[in-house]
């Protein structure tokens, strides 16, 4: 473990790594700050995508059919009603 360690350090000051290390977290603070303000402009928040998780769910025979003869993408439509349910009961 010890060569390991002797071999990433070798060649760089600490006083070059602490700058390295700095500069990388505060670019990092400047990319996530301007993400931040991206995702609240109305013309981001219609591109906003949130993250797919894989979930098991068991639904009826004739609603997956339903959704299914629709054409291609029918767990997009499944997830659009989902959310439009969800947003109506929030609203509610």
Do not use: H
Request: hydrophobic fraction near 40%; glycine fraction near 6%; charge should be positive.
């Amino acid at each position: 473990m010890y060569w390991l360690d002797c071999m990433y350090n070798m060649g760089m000051s600490m006083k070059k790594k602490r700058r390295t290390k700095t500069a990388k977290s505060g670019r990092i603070a400047r990319l996530r700050a301007a993400a931040d303000e991206l995702r609240r402009s109305p013309e981001m928040a219609e591109m906003y995508r949130p993250i797919k998780r894989p979930v098991t769910l068991r639904l009826d025979a004739d609603v997956i059919a339903w959704f299914k003869a629709q054409g291609r993408g029918y767990q997009t439509r499944i997830n659009r009603a989902l959310r439009a349910v969800m947003l109506g009961e929030r609203r509610s």
